[in-house]
């Protein structure tokens, strides 16, 4: 048996764009559930806004999103959480560094750093925090 942690990341009407923009970057698939779709309308406003998405990768790279519904509480947060990247190589880094960077501020740029050959972090557009590494055995030299 095994067990494994997603990301889930929570919008207000932007979990769509934030679905299919992080598929361009990862590739795989897209799903999607529509508060519509479900039957699970409480405001008509927000029939097709996500109930339920995921972009799940061959790689192995997974995300989930919704759209909190104007009814629920929703704070976008500064930073209360990052999402970590890690890859075998400065290529594949670099990247999904690059298409990440679209639209986005740079905290960090990418470049070497004391427990990797390459690292950087930004907040893409839609406000959440990417940290991108490559991943080298540590050994606290």
Known sequence: MSVNA????NFRGDARAALTFYQSVFGGDVAMVTYKD????????EADQVMWGQVAADNGFRVMAYD??????????????????RGETPEEITAYWERL????????????AQWSPLYGMLTDRFGVTW???VVVEYDGS
Not at 101 to 112: C, F, H, Y
């Open 38 to 45: 479900a039957g699970n309308v409480q405001e008509p406003s």
């Open 68 to 85: 909190v519904p104007a009814r629920l509480p929703w704070n976008r947060g500064e930073n209360a959480f990052f999402v970590s990247l």
């Open 131 to 133: 940290v991108v590494d």
């Open 101 to 112: 960077s679209d639209g986005a501020t740079v905290l960090q740029p990418l470049g070497r």
């Open 6 to 9: 997603v990301t889930h990341l």
